[in-house]
């Protein structure tokens, strides 16, 4: 089992960037992919982005391409998720997930969660 720890979330104002990173503990991210979804107030939870942690290939949601960024450092064992251009309507918790099968699932109903970093853009 992974726990994940999400940190990097805070108030920015649009047009700005943040770092969001997500952590493991009790096991490194060799054997999982990893996803960051985001839940606005009122909306359902969201994929955002995902990236297979071996060789490193990408996935985003029609939404972000092009402003949002993930990218992993194994010796760090950590994810991160790269904000540009921060609008408003990013403003929601911001979720990271894993998961051991593939990268179907971990974009749809990954197995583990972090407790979420919040995501405040002000206009």
């Known amino acids: 089992q992974v726990q994940l720890v999400e940190s990097g979330g805070g108030l920015v104002q649009a047009g700005g960037s943040l770092r969001l990173s997500c952590s493991a503990s009790g096991r490194t991210f060799s054997s999982y992919n990893i996803a960051w979804f985001r839940q606005a107030p009122g909306k359902e939870r969201e994929f955002v982005a995902a990236?297979?942690?071996?060789?490193?290939?990408?996935y985003y949601a029609d939404s972000v391409e092009g402003r949002f960024t993930i990218s992993r450092d194994p010796a760090k064992n950590t994810v991160y998720l790269q904000i540009d251009s921060l609008k408003p309507e990013d403003t929601a918790v911001y979720f990271c997930a894993a998961d051991s099968r593939s990268m179907m699932v971990v974009n749809k109903s990954p197995s583990y969660w972090g407790q979420g970093t919040q995501v405040t853009v002000s206009s």
């Open positions: 990236i297979r942690w071996s060789g490193g290939s990408t």
